[in-house]
Each structure stands twice: as C-alpha cells, then as structure tokens.
C-alpha cells in the first residue's frame, strides 16, 4: 500500500485592496485652502447661509452707492469689513465655492496651512478689505 501525497494548500488569492487615489492638482485637493475675491464679494450671506458648518463669518457695511447719474434715486451697496473661514470646523466640502453667485470665492492653489492652536485655524481672507470711517 502506497502513502497518498498530501494535498497542497491552495494559493491564497490576493485581497483586493482599495483603488489607489489620484493624487490631487494643487489646489484640487480636499484641504485646500478658499480663496476670496474681495472686489467680487458683495457680502450677499449666500455662502454663509449654505455653509453646512456654519464657519464663515463676515461682516459689512452700507455706503452710498457713487457715480450715480443725475436725478437717479440714492442707493447703498455693501461693502465687506471682514471675512472669516474657521479651519477648524470646515467640511472643505466646496458649497461656498459653488453656491457664490459672484464667483467671489475658490479653491486656493495653496493648501491650507496647519495651525499650532485652535485658533490659528480661523482665518482671515478679506485682508485688505476696507474697513468703516
Ligand atoms: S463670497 Fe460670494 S456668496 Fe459669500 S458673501 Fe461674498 S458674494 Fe456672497
Ligand atoms: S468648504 Fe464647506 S464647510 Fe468649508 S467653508 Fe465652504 S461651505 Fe463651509
């Protein structure tokens, strides 16, 4: 009587693992930082409103609007003081950029910069901005 050959373990199949991800362009990725055009933001709320994180912030006031033709009726306008973006709670999920109705706001070529404490993460964008008499 002749010993059987023992039967080989068969070969694990290899797990299949996650799609590697595309490496973002810069200023494509999921951390990037928000850009704002000061000139184009008319302080409309529109992005501070849609924000699902409620961390922008900004403030504004009204002038009268110049160079108004003769006999045309006063009007103001607003113009932006301040403009607030709190890292530390951002979804960076794109919603201001894409619901500005001005184009006012975008994606930053620049990653967002870490910050060494809390409030580090809130950040200014409407440096610049004009502030009230
Ligand atoms: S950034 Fe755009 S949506 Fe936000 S206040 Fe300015 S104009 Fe409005
Ligand atoms: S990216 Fe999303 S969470 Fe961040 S400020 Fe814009 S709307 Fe808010």
Known sequence: MTATPPVPEPAPHPVPGPAPKPVPEPGE?????????VPACT???ICVVECPA??????SHAEPV????PGAR???HRVLDSFTVDYGRCLFCGICV???PFDA???SPEPERPGAVRVD??????AGAPTPD
């Open 121 to 126: 993460l809130v950040r200014q964008l409407a």
């Open 29 to 37: 990725g999921p951390h990037a930082a928000i850009a704002l055009s």
């Open 98 to 100: 894409e619901e500005c």
């Open 43 to 45: 302080s409309c709320d």
């Open 105 to 107: 706001l975008s994606w």
């Open 74 to 76: 006063a009007r103001t």
């Open 66 to 69: 110049p160079d108004l033709p």
């Open 54 to 59: 409620w961390c922008i912030e900004l403030e």
